[in-house]
C-alpha cells in the first residue's frame, strides 16, 4: 500500500461530478476520482476550515466513530472495478481491526476530519496514476 | 418522549427544502421539518427500498454503527431553537449508553435504516404539532 495525500480538490459547480486529486506522499504519482458535489464541499469545508453551524453527515459520521470510543486508522482505495473506485475505512475498535466498505468521496471527507492517512493498493495506483505536475500542489 | 413515526415525504425538486412529516404513534398529532434534498433522498431511497449500488453516506453512516457492534435505540428529535430542530442518536454500545448530536433528517436517515424508534420532547411536540389530516398517510 502507497500513502497518499490529497494534493487538489477541483469544484465546478455546473458539473454532475467534481473532482479530487491524490498524490503519492513525497512521491510524484497522482490520479484523480471523481466525487458528487456534497462529498467534495464536505472534503473541502474541511480543508478550509470552514464551521458548520450543526453537525453535517460527514460530522456525524466522525462523531459517531468517536463516540463509539473507535479510531479511525487509515482508509484505503483498494480497488477499481469498471471505472469505479472502491474504499473501505480501517477502524481500531476495542483491540480489534474492523474495515467497512465505502465510497472514496465518503472515506476521504472522514479522513481529512480525523487526520486518518490515506492509502491506495500499489496495483491500483500503478493502473490509474500519472506524473504529478505543480499544478497539483493546490491543497 | 412521544413516539412518532414517518408520515409523509414531500420532494419538490425545484426547491431548496424538502420536507418531512413525523405523526404521533396511534395520534394525531403531527409537524413538518425542513430538510435538504441528499437526506430527502437518502431516506425516501430506504422507504421504497431501493437499492444503491455502492454504499452512500448514510448507508456508511449504518454500516459504521453496526460494524462497531453498536445498536442504535433510537433518535430523539430534542429541541427546536430559532426555527431550527435538533436532535439526536441514542446508541447502545459496550452496555452503556452513547448519544450523539445530529441534524433530525440525519437521525431519520439511520433510523429508518435500522428500524428504530423515532422520539420527540413533549414540549417540542406541543409547541409544533397540529392536527393529522388524511393526507398526511402517504409513507
Redesign the interface.
Known amino acids: 500500500m502507497i500513502e497518499m495525500e490529497l494534493s487538489k480538490i477541483v469544484i465546478t459547480e455546473t458539473s454532475e461530478y467534481q473532482v479530487i486529486w491524490l498524490r503519492e506522499k513525497g512521491g510524484q504519482r497522482t490520479f484523480p476520482i471523481l466525487i458528487g458535489i456534497?462529498?467534495a464541499a464536505a472534503i473541502d469545508r474541511k480543508v478550509r476550515d470552514l464551521q458548520s453551524p450543526?453537525?453535517?453527515?460527514?460530522d456525524?459520521?466522525t462523531?459517531?466513530?468517536t463516540?463509539?470510543?473507535?479510531k479511525l486508522d487509515r482508509i484505503v482505495v483498494c480497488s477499481l472495478q469498471n471505472n469505479?473506485f472502491?474504499a473501505k475505512?480501517v477502524?481500531q475498535?476495542?483491540g480489534s481491526t474492523?474495515?467497512?466498505?465505502?465510497?472514496p468521496s465518503?472515506a476521504v471527507a472522514i479522513a481529512v476530519r480525523l487526520d486518518a492517512p490515506i492509502f491506495v493498493e500499489e496495483e491500483v495506483l500503478q493502473h490509474v496514476s500519472s506524473r504529478a505536475n505543480n499544478e497539483d500542489t493546490e491543497v
Chains 1, 2 share one sequence.
Not at 450543526?54 to 460527514?58: A, E, G, K, S, W
Not at 463516540?67 to 473507535?70: D, K, N
Not at 474492523?98 to 465510497?103: H, K, L, P, T
Open positions: 456534497v462529498e450543526r453537525p453535517l453527515t460527514h456525524l459520521l462523531s459517531v466513530i463516540s463509539l470510543g473507535a469505479t472502491y475505512l477502524v475498535h476495542n474492523v474495515e467497512v466498505d465505502s465510497r465518503d
